[in-house]
């Protein structure tokens, strides 16, 4: 049976936090930059973050996740010259080894390895223009827009960019794999304890700051010095990405302690928490979330809380797929956060 609920457009806004002594805003010194908390997707910094660009070794960060996803981590694949002769940054194989998927990613995250690079392409792929177009497919499905690879390691080439957002979610999904997150947070790893063909330290000097957890380095002559950079603290995880910064271990360094510093989390409306109760011939339904809604929130700003339910909902037996409502909370009028209501318990 279907059921019609008709309602007039429902808000409540709850205001809180109402200060105005906020803290002056930060200017970091590279070209492109941002930072998302990993959780809720706030971003707590933008500087032209959206904006397509060259990305270098960043690259690797999607390279490695569709490797983790790869069949199995222990299949050997074979070092090509190919792989052996690529310029730039080298883990240093040899045409013929062979080496394991798991200790390839290693080689290339740890060590920024090109060769690595184009060997997890020809063995996933069979070629380096295939891996790419998987890459973009990759890419597509989690949402990342504004990107296009040309190539499994980002050495420059005419079409091969991202942006410091799309990066940043790139790095949100791959560390959503437990193996990546192991990865990049490696500071070193000797042969014996991986079962490898050598050792491997990490060139990421971002590990060695206080709460990082990774994730990777990057340089070319048009994309400058990159760096992308997770940290990890109370629960929380926050995510920032710079591109074209000559003081790229620094400059994140400076802005984490910002955030830190100028951001608390709060717990906006807590699980199972009802916002709204709708009448319906089939009985109440009510609204919420089934977890805590936790935000990064600016200290000392003033936040809106916007509850709003649809004036009109059609349902068609099983109601709890629907998008009944929604909430949007803004911090000084700027919306931060937006998202469904759940039918709740």
Partial sequence: MKHIIRL????????????KTLAAPINVKAVNAIAIDARSRVILYNKDGHKPVPMASTTKIITALIALNYDSLDEKFVISPKA????????GYKAGEEITVLELVYGLMLRSGNDAAI???EGISGSVDDFANLMNEY?????????NFQSPHGLDSEYHFSSAYDLALATIKAKENPVFSKIVATKFISKAEGAFTRDYSNI???LWKEDATGVKTGYTGLAGKCLVSSFEKDDNEIIIV???SNQRFEETERLYKNIKENYEYKCLFSKNQVLKTLNTDSGKIKLGFKEDLILPIKKDSEVTKEVIVNSEVEIKGNFKKLNIGGIKIYQEDQLIFEAPLQIIK
Avoid: D
Avoid at 8 to 19: D, K
Avoid at 85 to 91: A, F, L, T
Avoid at 139 to 147: D, E, P, R, V
């Fill in 119 to 121: 060997a997890l392409a």
């Fill in 8 to 19: 007039l457009i429902v808000i409540f806004l709850f205001t809180g936090y109402p200060y």
């Fill in 139 to 147: 890419a597509k499905n989690m949402g990342i827009l504004n990107t």
């Fill in 242 to 244: 710079l591109l074209n």
């Fill in 204 to 206: 990421n000097k971002i």
């Fill in 84 to 91: 052996s002769q690529i310029r730039g940054s080298k883990v």
